[in-house]
Structure formats: structure tokens, C-alpha cells
């Protein structure tokens, strides 16, 4: 956890968090915010963690999502080379006669970007929803194999 947190109590941007430079989406440049920055696009930023894992065979992004059906995400692969994992939970219903003591889980918009490295194939992306977690599968694409030859030296 980030000693000091940027924007809030988010610590999305902070360079020290483990794993933040690591194939980042710039969200200024991408146009993520646009020019007004709110708390409400931060958190949706920083609402959702998701763990990002790369195996022999492909690259796999995990998210816990309680609560939530398929229904309400969306998977997106953007231009060449940007994940996009986003949706939303919606506050539940609250009745007059009811009195609330505490409201804890969380609930809104959601958004997270990845770029993908240049090993992905964004053809072949597969994305499930079971027992609260979301799994994305993006396989690697297939590597030619380098040949190799002799350079005959004069």
C-alpha cells in the first residue's frame, strides 16, 4: 500500500504501488478523464482490483466481482493492443420503512485498462464470469521460430 496516496484515499497513480509501471495506459493521454478530473472517475479507476498473470501459454486477468452477473461487464479489446474491463453495481434499493446502519460495499462505475504486449492475440480473447470472478484469457500468439544461419565472415 502506497504511503501517500494521490487523489484521496486512491492510490491508483502511485508510482511506488507494485506493479504500476508495468505495460501502463497513460489515462491522460488516452483520453480516459478528458480535462476534469473527479472523484467519481478516479474511484472509477481504482474501484476494481484485478490481478494480471502471464503463463507459457497466455496472459490472464483475474477480478473479483461479487454480487455481479455477466450482464453487467463489459470486455473490450480497443485499437490493437488495449483490455478493457468495465461496468457497473448498482446501489440497492432503499425503502423508506428501512433503517440502514451501514453501507460498506461499494457500488458504481468500474474501468480498467491494459495494454497488452506485442505477444498477444486480441482474436482470440475469451472472458468468463463464475462464482463472483471475473477471468479474461488472453493467449499469446504463435512465435515463428528464429532460424538461425551462419554469416560467412570475409
Request: charge should be negative; hydrophobic fraction near 35%.
Amino acid at each position: 500500500m502506497a504511503l501517500t496516496p494521490f487523489f484521496g484515499s486512491s492510490s491508483i497513480f502511485d508510482p511506488f504501488e507494485p506493479g504500476f509501471w508495468d505495460h501502463p495506459v497513460d489515462p491522460w493521454s488516452s483520453g480516459l478523464f478528458g480535462k476534469n478530473i473527479g472523484k467519481e472517475d478516479v474511484q472509477a479507476v481504482a474501484s476494481t482490483r484485478i490481478d494480471w498473470v502471464e503463463t507459457p501459454e497466455a496472459h490472464v486477468f483475474k477480478a473479483d466481482l461479487p454480487g455481479l452477473q455477466k450482464e453487467d461487464v463489459k470486455v473490450t479489446v480497443e485499437g490493437d493492443r488495449t483490455l478493457q474491463i468495465s461496468g457497473e453495481r448498482t446501489r440497492e434499493e432503499e425503502k423508506k420503512t428501512d433503517t440502514w446502519h451501514r453501507v460498506e460495499r461499494s457500488h458504481g462505475k468500474f474501468l480498467r485498462r491494459f495494454r497488452l504486449p506485442h505477444n498477444a492475440n486480441v482474436e482470440s480473447v475469451n472472458a468468463k464470469v463464475e462464482n463472483g470472478v471475473l477471468t479474461v484469457t488472453v493467449p499469446k500468439a504463435q512465435q515463428p521460430e528464429r532460424e538461425v544461419r551462419v554469416v560467412n565472415i570475409d
